[in-house]
């Protein structure tokens, strides 16, 4: 028997703490003991159903998972190796990580990258991994430090704080943009130089306004990312990524054809395996262990379902690590 976070939807949509036996997991090739996973915004969404994230039911939600192989039927992992999964629909219309237990397909699995731990890997998961596949497409297009400053949009949540620390690392200067007066310390610790309001940022603008952002990573979307794009200098970079605000780009195309701006797309949930491990190569080389220590919050399992309705209403300050079997 194992604990999981269960979605079902009969006779209402729920998530409960449940016992489930190890031949209700999903036929896979790999089985997983889960030591942590962590609370996402598509996590949160899944848990309280406030957006139609998973696609089949029960669901084990949870898109990121890390732990110890526990038996495999593919000759890629053995038991006893350390591996982390992020997407893949996981936690949509696969079982996810939010379980002590996991079955998956091989072809989802990657080893964890040295010196990582499981728990570092998941402080990491989804977000710092999106953050570093958006850091990577700014310097695919020769974006360097001496270009100007660096924008980074909801940059308190878990992909914003990771892009502020990667960049400035980095050697960037980055302006975070927030709604949260009371994060500055927190921003400046993570490295940003300049914090701004996001109300600069959140309501409609013009298709064309003053050049400011060399760069731009975003995980808020519509008005923000139109705006972002708008105040981009000529030959920007903006990197987008999610959709917090909205899914809308009620934009123009005049930063692209007048100022040549680039707008890269970035998901994370059905990467190619080759770029995901170049990504988790490149965090296991810029981050510290002081880092973790500043982005995170552990909690248990039980607890990921009130603190994704906190995780919604934006109440929560970078990375929210669960632990599975606490």
Not at 169 to 174: D, E, I, P
Not at 178 to 197: F, N, W
Request: contains cysteine.
């Amino acid at each position: 028997m194992f604990n999981a976070l269960v979605i079902d939807k009969t006779p209402d949509y729920r998530a409960s703490l449940q016992q489930l036996d190890a031949s209700q997991l999903p036929a896979a090739e790999v089985v997983v003991d889960v030591a942590y996973s962590t609370l996402n915004y598509k996590d949160a969404l899944a848990i309280t159903g406030k957006a139609p994230v998973v696609r089949d039911f029960p669901m084990v939600p949870g898109i990121d998972l890390a732990g110890t192989v526990v038996s495999s039927q593919n000759p890629a992992f053995k038991a006893g190796d350390q591996v982390l999964l992020n997407g893949w629909g996981v936690g949509e219309k696969h079982w996810g990580g939010l379980a002590q237990r996991a079955a998956v397909p091989a072809a989802w699995l990657q080893p964890i990258p040295a010196p990582l731990t499981a728990r570092q890997a998941m402080i990491i998961g989804t977000a710092g991994y999106t953050a570093m596949l958006c850091v990577q497409a700014l310097l695919k297009h020769q974006l360097t430090p001496a270009a100007g400053p660096v924008l980074v949009t909801g940059a308190t949540g878990g992909v914003g704080s990771f892009a502020v620390l990667l960049l400035a690392r980095l050697g960037f200067q980055v302006t975070a943009a927030t709604g949260k007066a009371s994060a500055a310390d927190y921003l400046r610790q993570l490295g940003a130089a300049e914090i701004i309001s996001r109300d600069s940022l959140s309501a409609p603008g013009k298709p064309l306004a003053k050049e400011q952002w060399a760069g731009v990573v975003d995980s808020v979307g519509s008005h923000t990312l139109a705006n972002a794009c708008a105040q981009s200098r000529y030959g920007g970079v903006v990197a987008a990524c999610g959709l917090a605000q909205g899914m809308d780009f009620p934009a123009s195309v005049a930063p692209f054809i007048l100022r040549g701006i680039t707008l890269c797309g970035i998901d994370s949930v059905m990467q190619p395996m080759a770029p995901r491990l170049a990504a988790w190569a490149q965090l296991a080389e810029l981050l510290t262990a002081d880092d973790f220590t500043l982005l995170s919050r552990e909690i248990s399992l039980a607890e990921a379902i009130p603190q994704a309705q906190a995780l919604l209403a934006g109440d929560i300050q970078g990375r929210l690590l669960v632990n599975v079997n606490s």
